[in-house]
Nanobody, 124 residues
Framework: VQLQASGGGLVQPGGSLRLSCVAS????????IGWFRQAPWKEREGLCW???????VCAASLKGRFTISSDNAKNTVYPQMNSLIPEDTAVYYC???????????????????WGQGTQVTVSS
């Protein structure tokens, strides 16, 4: 299983970014895909998730700024991030957990496979 995250970069406050996570070696229909981020000196934070039955949800703390979609044919999950603020600066990771291997898809410790991360910097 490999996960390739991309799409990060430098964006001004109020701007948008769409990240992508291409998964190989697994099928989205049999996996949960989660997006997490980690800023320096902060704990890893869960952002958005796509469960194996295609339900999508993002953390309430994001106040609707982030959404998540997927393309099964491309085995790719896309978090869309809008109204970015400097506090969104972090390394963003996608992760996968196989159906049956997780109980709580929001818990990062239940994900067995991780991408390499992509840096998002929000700054003027």
């Amino acid at each position: 299983v490999q996960l390739q995250a991309s799409g990060g970069g430098l964006v001004q406050p109020g701007g948008s970014l769409r990240l992508s996570c291409v998964a190989s070696g697994l099928r989205l229909d049999y996996s949960a895909i989660g997006w997490f981020r980690q800023a320096p000196w902060k704990e890893r934070e869960g952002l958005c998730w796509r469960t194996n039955d295609a339900n999508t949800v993002c953390a309430a703390s994001l106040k609707g700024r982030f959404t998540i979609s997927s393309d099964n044919a491309k085995n790719t999950v896309y978090p869309q991030m809008n109204s970015l603020i400097p506090e969104d600066t972090a390394v963003y990771y996608c992760a996968a957990a196989l159906a049956g291997d997780y109980d709580d898809y929001t818990d990062w410790t239940e994900y067995n496979y991780w991408g390499q991360g992509t840096q998002v910097t929000v700054s003027s």
